[in-house]
């Protein structure tokens, strides 16, 4: 790199260290929350305790899928649905590992679903960071199992009448050690989140709900970007360990953000270990 | 190199071909195995399982075959050496991430324990219907290698090769038994670890801001490196240049995946394992793989008590297939012969590159068990006493076809 001229100030990406700068620009639309959850997991990063080099990231298919391609550790964009497995391969094949999936709602509880159940059950220590856009973006807007009910889609044109995931509910239902939801409007609380998700043994889910700037926010007549972040601000509300059946997202409607679950449970890497010495004898 | 000592049950068992490939699988170093129970291929991750503690590995029993076989890129890519093992219905979900591990160049070993298909089909009944499938089941261009072992004891030594096939190519490799070798019981001999050849990763091993994780040399297999040593890998199902990086270009695109195919078709030679028997002067060629084989000896040494000259050709190896061999017994011989539990995967192979040269006769099974001899005697005699070219492969008609059929 050519040294900066005197009196001048080098150009110089606060994050460059941690983001594939030859890759930029990245993909996503202006408006968009992807950008802003990448930006709260590398500031995360930052206030961790341990060595980056043992960590890796895993995306699936979809717009947040290509966050492995910008974030400058080991990555690995996968199939679409199978991060959550391939990501438990590479930590029981090398326990001393960070792994941390990256992925969209459609990747990982639609088309991902069982394997988001069964990570969580089996509770192998990964982290997975979830932006729910409510919608199918990549692929230009379609209906998902996280889209609100009577919200328009390419695919609901009449309004979506399916009842969407409430996917707290369903990480604490099948066994996750920690769940938090935020907006991408709560920057701080979500790098928060995240240091504190990486550093819980066993699975844990950070989700955070965020703007479709381009499709989920065009067809429902939402605005930019930036409106949809004025949405968050009047309308999010803040409730720690709120009983998840109460998260359900409905239609531009009060999203309840926090942290609901953060409790101990064995892990699976830790009884594998366990039950193998005793077998070993 | 040897095999790992603690890995290698040293012994003479009596076992079925499902537990000699879990011991051939944990004799090559086999430390990772993420599977989903279906019959007939179980027996296999329960003698995996069974072991696990004495030689450090770890078996997971995943949700499905789709997280069985993502785990096992994954695990794979942490610097283990993995397999998953399953039968028709698993193989079938299993093929999208073949095509993710082709794409990303990842070595791993599949166990097809193959059952009559379609579908459900019969479970607990021998097949061959997956030949094709283990080479053409991922959407897109790919290459990947497929063995077929014909009993317990091949079962344990192709699952050795398997593993370093794969290592040595970074590549797939499906090991496709079927059900009666699978629970064949038989003589199964584990040498000692002395006498084991067993092939292990070539990693990367320069400055590793310079590492380019699809860079080839001369022979055509990119180094690779362990996840979370610090190369900053990024990895993508995405068409990608040597770096890694998705392209769009289609110049990039030709030079980048056409040597991933490239690898492994400009290897064949080198890949291809053939068995011959008696084919040197041989009259008719019987062309088999698998229990076919074994049916097929009974019906050449029939056949060769009627003065036929019979030679038998295994395929070791079934993909990459063996063009060349096949092209060159052609021109010499009155026709091939192709028993296989099937209604024609490898026939069409054999006719491909027979070129129009000589008769192809596939004596076809449907499945649940194996050919009856005399079926193959009988497509032996029809090859030799053919008086014409046919103008395109034939089915044999099987005595159970003339009795259903009337």
Not at chain 1, 219 to 224: K, M, S, T, V
Not at chain 1, 257 to 277: L, M, T
Not at chain 2, 285 to 309: D, F, P
Request: aromatic share 8%; with cysteine; hydrophobic share 40%.
């Amino acid at each position: 790199m050519a040294m900066a001229e005197k009196g001048k100030v080098e150009e110089k990406h606060p994050m460059e260290q941690l983001l594939r700068m030859d890759r930029m620009p990245h993909i996503w639309c202006p408006g968009c929350g992807i950008g802003i959850s990448v930006t709260a997991f590398v500031s995360a990063l930052k206030k961790l305790e341990f060595d980056l080099n043992k960590m890796c990231v895993v995306s699936g298919i979809g717009c947040t899928g290509r966050v492995a391609g910008y974030i400058k550790l080991d990555s690995f964009h996968t199939t679409h649905g199978r991060a959550i497995p391939f990501a438990t391969g590479i930590k029981m094949a090398n326990p001393d590992l960070k792994v941390v999936v990256f992925s969209g709602d459609g990747d990982l509880v639609s088309i991902g679903g069982n394997h988001f159940i069964h990570a969580a059950r089996r509770n192998i220590d990964i982290t997975v960071i979830l932006v729910n856009n409510f919608i199918y973006a990549m692929t230009g807007g379609q209906v998902a199992p996280t889209t609100p009910e009577t919200a328009y889609t390419t695919t609901s044109p009449f309004g979506n009448f399916e009842t969407p995931a409430n996917i707290p509910q369903l990480a604490e239902a099948a066994g996750a050690v920690y769940v938090a939801r935020w907006t991408a409007l709560h920057v701080r609380r979500l790098e928060k989140s995240i240091v504190e998700a990486i550093n819980k043994p066993g699975f844990s889910l950070v989700e955070i709900v965020a703007p479709c700037s381009m499709y989920y926010s065009r067809i429902n007549r939402l605005g930019a970007g930036i409106d949809m972040m004025r949405f968050y601000h009047e309308n999010s509300i803040i409730k720690h360990d709120e009983p998840t059946e109460n998260l359900a997202v409905g239609y531009q409607k009060q999203i309840i953000v926090g942290k609901f679950i953060d409790r101990e449970r064995p892990g699976f890497i830790e009884s594998n270990r366990r039950w193998s010495a005793e077998a070993k004898g | 190199m040897k095999a790992n000592p603690g890995d290698v049950f040293t012994g003479s068992y009596y076992i079925d071909g499902d537990v000699a490939i879990a011991y051939g699988a944990i004799a090559a170093g086999c430390k990772f195995l993420a599977g989903y129970p279906i019959t007939p291929s179980t027996e296999a991750a329960e003698a995996f399982t069974k072991r696990t503690p004495e030689v450090g590995a770890i078996f997971v029993q995943m949700e499905d075959e789709l997280g069985s076989i993502a785990a096992v890129l994954g695990a794979s890519w942490a610097g283990k050496k993995v397999m998953t093992i399953t039968s028709g219905p698993g193989f079938s979900l299993i093929m999208e991430n073949i095509g993710l591990g082709a794409a990303i160049e990842t070595p791993f070993v599949v166990i097809n324990v193959q059952r009559g298909g379609p579908s459900t089909g019969i479970p607990t009944g021998a097949g061959q219907a997956d030949m094709m499938q283990s080479r053409w089941g991922s959407h897109g261009d790919y290459e990947v290698i497929t063995l077929a072992p014909d009993s317990p004891q091949e079962a344990f030594e192709f699952t050795i090769k398997a593993f370093n096939l794969a290592e040595r190519y970074r590549v797939p490799v499906m090991l496709m038994a079927d059900e009666c070798v699978g629970h064949m019981t038989e003589k199964v001999v584990v040498p000692p670890a002395s006498e084991i050849e067993v092939e292990n990763r070539k990693y990367y091993g320069g400055a590793k801001d310079a590492y380019f994780p699809f860079k080839r040399g001369a022979g055509l297999v990119p180094p690779m490196a362990k996840a979370g040593e610090g190369y900053g890998l990024y990895i993508t199902g995405l068409t990608h240049d040597e770096e890694g990086h998705p392209i769009l270009d289609r110049d990039l695109k030709e030079a980048t995946l056409r040597a991933s195919i490239d690898k492994i078709r400009l290897n064949a030679d080198k890949i291809i394992e053939l068995k011959e028997d008696r084919v040197d002067d041989a009259e008719v060629v019987v062309v088999s793989y698998g229990i076919t084989s074994r049916v097929a000896l009974k019906a050449i040494e029939m056949a060769r008590k009627e003065g036929i000259k019979v030679g038998a050709l295994r395929l070791v190896t079934v993909w990459p297939f063996p063009e060349k061999r096949i092209a060159e017994l052609s021109k010499k011989i009155k026709g091939f012969v192709v028993p296989e539990i099937n209604y024609g995967q490898i026939a069409f192979e054999v006719d491909r590159c027979s070129h129009g040269n000589t008769n192809v006769i596939l004596v076809p099974h449907g499945g649940a068990s194996v050919h009856n001899p005399e079926d193959i005697f009988g497509a032996i005699k029809q090859a030799v006493e053919a008086k014409k070219r046919y103008p395109q492969l034939v089915s044999y008609k099987t005595a159970l076809e003339k009795q259903i059929s009337g």
